[in-house]
T-cell receptor, first 111, second 118 residues
């Protein structure tokens, strides 16, 4: 079945460091891929998405490229800020439009 | 943007009692809502899909008699945890799909409800 494997955390970075959170997926057909962010005490917010191969999703300085050949959707940001501290979830929406989430990666950015 | 609210945000109940959690779409009509459960440091697990005016579709392994879902209107779905036990303690999150966007994959998430059963 469809699934998402996400890099385990927690991840701690200094402000302005480069961020990569790895995400790979297994799916039947051609899923849509997402990154969601969950700030402390809040619900999930859509960070970015890509709906077909080679699409690049971007938002708030974060980017992820839908790589069909490697079944990956790694999240990157060139310079993280303290306000980026949150839990990040990779997800896919496959056949039937059901969502499958990764286990989440906790990011802490220290000044 | 689309907003989904949940009430209550946290609840503590005694073992054996029932608890109702509400999920509301505030600025759109949601024909489909989803209920997820999130364990500490784990991912969201889909429990059921709630369709307005019809019975919910439960995922494999989810007890439909224990987790009662009612989607009585286009803006409200409720999850009732019946005869709650400590193992039901978890973070419950709902999401809703806005049919007006035309994007079947777009879901908007509520802030979650923390249930603690003592």
């Amino acid at each position: 079945g469809d699934s998402v494997t996400q890099m385990e955390g927690p991840v701690t970075l200094s402000e302005e460091a480069f961020l990569t959170i790895n995400c790979t997926y297994t799916a039947t057909g051609y899923p849509s891929l997402f990154w969601y962010v969950q700030y402390p005490g809040e619900g999930l917010q859509l960070l970015l998405k890509a709906t077909k191969a080679d699409d690049k999703g971007s938002n708030k300085g974060f980017e992820a490229t839908y790589r069909k050949e490697t079944t990956s959707f790694h999240l990157e940001k060139g310079s993280v800020q303290v306000s980026d501290s949150a839990v990040y979830f990779c997800a896919l929406s496959g056949l039937g439009n059901q969502f499958y989430f990764g286990t989440g990666t906790s990011l802490t950015v220290i000044p | 943007g689309a907003v989904v609210s949940q009430h209550p945000s946290w609840v503590i109940c005694k073992s054996g009692t029932s608890v109702k959690i509400e999920c509301r779409s505030l600025d759109f009509q949601a024909t489909t809502m989803f209920w997820y459960r999130q364990f500490p440091k784990q991912s969201l697990m889909l429990m059921a899909t709630s369709n307005e005016g019809s019975k919910a579709t439960y995922e494999q392994g989810v007890e439909k008699d224990k987790f009662l879902i009612n989607h009585a209107s286009l803006t409200l779905s409720t999850l009732t945890v019946t005869s709650a036990h400590p193992e039901d303690s978890s973070f419950y999150i709902c999401s809703a799909r806005d049919p007006g966007t035309g994007l079947l994959y777009e879901q908007y998430f509520g802030p979650g409800t923390r249930l603690t059963v003592t």
